[in-house]
């Protein structure tokens, strides 16, 4: 089974940048599209981004939308999120997983441990 090993995460000042990635394991990422969803503390996750296996199309959540970027490289079974202008708000754990089709995105895989992204005023 696919694992998921997500990282880049830290703390950064609002209006700063990381970019997060996850790696996965085994042979059909490719097949996979990708997705990065957050979870704040006392809140529920949520969707940040996704991916189609192609790369050719991709959907990022309204609130960061124009900060966020979405990419994958699957020669390396990598999917990326590029944060710009971060924000307090952005402050979570970011998680990436996938699914078997785009449209609807449903992560099936279990959920690794996330990188931790704090945002300071």
């Known amino acids: 089974q696919v694992q998921l090993v997500e990282s880049g995460g830290g703390l950064v000042q609002a209006g700063g940048s990381l970019r997060l990635s996850c790696v996965a394991s085994?042979?059909?990422?490719?097949?996979?599209?990708m997705g990065w969803f957050r979870q704040a503390p006392g809140k529920e996750r949520e969707f940040v981004a996704s991916?189609?296996?192609?790369?050719?199309?991709?959907d990022i959540n309204n609130a960061v939308v124009g900060r966020f970027t979405i990419s994958r490289d699957n020669a390396k079974n990598t999917v990326y999120l590029q944060m710009d202008s971060l924000k307090p708000e952005d402050t979570a754990v970011y998680y990436c997983?996938?699914?078997?089709?785009?449209?609807?995105?449903?992560?099936?895989?279990?959920w690794g441990q996330g990188t931790q992204v704090t945002v300071s005023s």
């Open positions: 997983n996938a699914a078997r089709i785009y449209d609807p995105f449903e992560p099936f895989l279990p």
């Open positions: 085994g042979r059909a990422f490719s097949n996979y599209a």
């Open positions: 991916i189609n296996s192609r790369a050719d199309i991709n």
